[in-house]
């Protein structure tokens, strides 16, 4: 890569390039400089803008972040990348409300962008709305196809209804987040479960429904219906 930058060295592409094989390497002052160049070459091109502030963020550099972020503005302001590298800059600078403005900004120009959803639950739960977070998080697990959603948007979501207090429905999003992150955790359930909900029987009613039914517990009502296509 470094003997195509030196063939063409007015490529920005070619520069932007090289700059992300050595972040990967760990060079990142030499990076940070080819990234640089590629952005002036290319007259800020957005894009760009926004890879090389996220450099600078990586580095804990927030205001050459946040400068990066500006630029890209400048030149397009519909760039959902963009806002969602100021988002990252007000939320790493203790600013959570500037930041999930900034965020829903995002948000406005993409409505499907799980990073900056995660993020939004984030902050939502930091400032004690563990019922804002979790319709985000719903929201976000609606958006992709029928059990498919990241096991962090599960595991988020049983955080969020234990603080609510909606112990049942909590559990049943941990045996997903369980059976998602190891099928053959299923034969654990019982195991899992007992603190919440009692002692459980685990059977199969149904190719995609799993019931979990509490024998003595007063914490629960009935049965635990979790769907199976985890």
């Known amino acids: 890569m ?20 050595l972040w990967h390497r760990g060079a990142q002052d030499d990076a940070i400089r080819q990234m640089s160049t590629a952005v002036r070459l290319s007259q800020g091109d ?4 926004i890879q090389l502030g996220e450099m600078h963020l990586a580095r804990g550099d927030l205001q050459q972040a946040w400068s990066e972020a500006e630029g890209a503005l400048a030149n397009d302001r519909a760039r959902c990348e963009a806002w969602a590298l100021r988002g990252d800059v007000q939320k790493k600078s203790g600013k959570l409300q500037e930041a999930l403005d900034d965020y829903h900004r995002a948000l406005s120009y993409r409505e499907h962008f799980p990073r900056v959803q995660l993020e939004i639950a984030q902050i939502q739960t930091q400032l004690g709305r563990p019922h804002r977070a979790l319709s985000v998080l719903q929201r976000l697990e609606e958006q992709y196809p029928n059990g498919q959603a990241p096991t962090d948007v599960l595991a988020m979501q049983g955080l969020c209804l234990q603080s609510l207090e909606r112990h049942e429905e909590a559990t049943a ?3 997903r987040f ?6 053959r955790l299923g034969t654990l359930l019982p195991g899992i479960v007992q603190a919440a909900v009692g002692p459980v029987t685990v059977r199969e009613q149904h190719p995609r429904r799993v019931e979990l039914r509490a024998r003595s517990s007063g914490r629960t009502n009935g049965a635990i219906q979790v769907p199976a296509d985890v």
């Open 46 to 49: 957005p894009s760009l803008r």
């Open 2 to 21: 470094s003997k195509a930058v030196a063939a063409q060295p007015e490529d920005e592409k070619a520069r932007s390039q090289y700059a992300a094989v």
């Open 173 to 175: 999003i941990h045996v």
């Open 178 to 183: 369980t059976l998602r992150v190891d099928a």
